[in-house]
């Protein structure tokens, strides 16, 4: 037994694919899509370009992914493996940015720095 | 049970704890997988530090894209994709039992296409970084057309030169790789029951390939490339 062979011609055509999504993703960049106005602090502006670039990217990944890497022809394990890696980076980016993007939303808290002119005075005083 | 299976004849390579040698192939590079995931991780942190202060700085970070030369970033793409397609034919012509002669020409092509990527960026756009005074710590220099803006266009800076930094150090890690695989394949060592050595390194080198895939347009097309009203 010797894994899933795959054929050479799928082969260059991802090849080919992947070359065209990039001629694609780089032309785009010349023509402005404008922008998602959502009303979230720290996110007003959304540049679609910035949108379209990364589903661009999205597919590129997949492809090279399932027949680069052979993993469409894997095991349900590797898939499963592959696949959390991919949510514990989802777990990281949109964690951190929960926090980031909702400070200021209560007034009274305010952010670290606020603190800063009561304690830099006193840091000052012990050295 | 019984002698025979411990001294039964089997394919070179295979080691005695598995089943067979497909068990053994699979359970390889699930290994590799998992390394892998713990590589998305790693530049995971990177592209998580980069999302928020991107969000915090927009218009410097799109001021900073704009300087970046689109040419060399996306030939560098392209032929990082070639480098990945010589790397699968190199796996397949292990597969398919074809001559050692094929398996060593795709990895030298391979390992020439990865230079020329590493070549184009530090020659010619890193290179044009320093003369440009766009280097934070080597004389970088703010200027006044980034308007307000100006200030964390450095920060902007730093972020493209430890990922692509980084994203080279894994590259020529992969030369490392490469090199070896080379001199195995050119002993024979490779056949269509036993390339695991092949299938793994392959499985890093594209890896490498989809970081740049991100990395291009994160940096290279996140400001837009059209004229904007009121941006000289």
Same mark, same amino acid.
């Given at each position: 037994m010797?894994?899933h *062979? /795959?054929?050479?011609?799928?082969?260059?055509?991802? =090849?080919?694919?992947?070359?065209?999504?990039?001629? %694609? @993703?780089?032309? $785009?960049?010349f023509?402005?899509?404008g922008?998602?106005?959502?009303?979230i602090?720290?996110?007003?502006?959304?540049?679609l370009?910035?949108?379209v670039a990364?589903?661009i990217? *999205? /597919?590129?990944?997949?492809?090279?992914?399932?027949f =680069?890497?052979?993993?469409?022809?894997?095991?349900? %394990? @590797?898939?499963? $493996?592959?696949?959390?890696?991919?949510?514990?980076?989802?777990?990281?980016?949109?964690?951190?940015l929960?926090?980031?993007?909702?400070r200021?939303?209560?007034?009274?808290?305010?952010?670290?720095?606020?603190?800063?002119?009561t304690?830099?005075?006193l840091?000052?005083?012990?050295? | 049970?019984?002698?025979?299976?411990v001294?039964?004849?089997?394919?070179?390579?295979?080691?005695?704890?598995f089943e067979?040698?497909?068990?053994?192939?699979?359970?390889?590079?699930l290994?590799?997988?998992?390394?892998?995931?713990?590589?998305i991780?790693?530049?995971?942190g990177?592209?998580?530090?980069y999302?928020?202060?991107?969000?915090?700085?927009?218009?410097?970070?799109?001021?900073?894209?704009r300087?970046?030369?689109?040419?060399?970033?996306?030939a560098?793409?392209?032929?990082l994709?070639?480098?990945?397609l010589?790397m699968?034919?190199?796996?397949?012509?292990a597969?398919a039992?074809?001559?050692?002669?094929?398996?060593?020409?795709y990895?030298?092509l391979?390992m020439?296409?990865?230079a020329?990527?590493?070549?184009?960026?530090?020659?010619?756009?890193?290179r044009?970084?320093?003369?440009?005074?766009?280097?934070?710590?080597?004389?970088f220099?703010?200027?006044?057309?980034?308007?307000?803006?100006?200030?964390?266009?450095?920060?902007?800076?730093c972020f493209?030169?430890?990922?692509?930094?980084?994203?080279?150090?894994?590259?020529?890690?992969?030369f490392?790789?490469?090199?070896?695989?080379?001199?195995?394949?050119?002993?024979?060592?490779?056949?269509s029951e036993?390339?695991?050595?092949?299938?793994?390194?392959?499985?890093y080198?594209?890896?490498?390939?989809?970081?740049?895939?991100?990395l291009?347009?994160?940096?290279?097309?996140?400001?837009?490339?059209?004229?904007?009203?009121?941006?000289?």
């Open positions: 010797s894994g *062979v /795959v054929p050479v011609k799928t082969y260059l055509g991802i =090849f080919v694919a992947l070359l065209v999504l990039t001629a %694609l @993703t780089t032309g $785009v960049a023509v402005d899509f922008d998602i106005h959502t009303g602090r720290l996110i007003e502006v959304i540049p370009n910035t949108v990364l589903a990217a *999205v /597919v590129k990944m997949l492809l090279v992914i399932l =680069f890497m052979h993993v469409k022809y894997s095991s349900s %394990l @590797t898939k499963i $493996v592959v696949m959390t890696g991919f949510l514990f980076l989802a777990i990281l980016v949109s964690f951190t929960a926090d980031e993007l909702t200021g939303w209560t007034p009274e808290a305010g952010g670290w720095n606020t603190a800063l002119p304690i830099l005075p840091l000052r005083g012990l050295f | 049970m019984s002698d025979m299976a001294h039964a004849p089997h394919p070179p390579g295979f080691k005695h704890q067979d040698m497909e068990q053994q192939r699979e359970a390889g590079s290994g590799m997988w998992v390394f892998l995931v713990t590589e991780m790693f530049f995971g990177l592209f998580a530090t999302i928020i202060y991107r969000t915090l700085y927009l218009t410097a970070f799109e001021e900073g894209s300087l970046l030369n689109v040419k060399f970033g996306a560098n793409t392209a032929v994709i070639g480098s990945s010589t699968a034919l190199a796996i397949h012509a597969q039992g074809k001559k050692k002669s094929e398996q060593v020409m990895l030298v391979t020439i296409l990865g020329l990527f590493l070549f184009l960026k530090f020659n010619y756009e890193w044009a970084d320093y003369h440009e005074h766009l280097i934070p710590g080597f004389g220099i703010i200027r006044p057309e980034w308007g307000a803006a100006g200030t964390h266009v450095p920060l902007y800076f493209y030169f430890f990922m692509t930094g980084l994203h080279a150090m894994h590259m020529i890690i992969g490392g790789i490469l090199g070896t695989l080379t001199v195995m394949a050119h002993r024979g060592r490779f056949s036993y390339y695991a050595p092949l299938e793994v390194s392959g499985l080198w594209h890896f490498v390939d989809i970081v740049w895939i991100f291009f347009p994160l940096l290279y097309l996140i400001g837009g490339r059209f004229a904007l009203p009121g941006v000289h």
